[in-house]
């Protein structure tokens, strides 16, 4: 992981990390179904169900002056949600972590810990948890 130690110390190069691992998330899924009585009411009940499991999948960072993104596996994401690139809230880097938050949304801001020193990473969320190794990337 000495390439991370080294393009941290120099904050004007990019950095991109790539990660592996996994993690466990909770889904919930919303059934509505119409029901209706011959004397005319009718109803839209709706039906919740949380279901929690396991996954694997990577997850990447974007780190450079003035921006800072992740790229989250589909599991940790509400099913509404579009992923692609999130913005990585409140970056804070230093000798032994890099650490922020994933802005999924206003309701949903699982916290990043990379440690530098061995390139792991924890990402913990209300509905999510997710963690494995990362190494720089070149583009």
């Known amino acids: 992981m000495l390439p991370i130690l080294l393009l941290l110390s120099a904050p004007a190069t990019p950095l991109e990390l790539a990660c592996r691992g996994g993690g466990i998330a909770t889904r919930e899924d919303v059934a509505t179904v119409y029901g209706a009585q011959n004397s005319g009411n009718s109803a839209w009940p709706s039906a919740h169900a949380r279901e929690t499991g396991r996954f694997e999948g ?27 690139w999130l913005a990585l809230g409140k970056l804070e880097m230093d000798d032994g972590a890099i650490t922020g938050f994933a802005a999924i949304d206003p309701m949903s801001r699982p916290k990043v810990h990379i440690d530098r020193a061995t390139g792991t990473i924890r990402i913990s969320g209300r509905l999510a948890s997710y963690s494995g190794t990362c190494e720089t990337t070149r583009s």
């Open 58 to 84: 990577p997850v990447a960072l974007r780190i450079a002056a003035g921006e800072s993104h992740i790229r989250l596996p589909a599991a940790m994401l509400p099913a509404d949600a579009q992923g692609g």
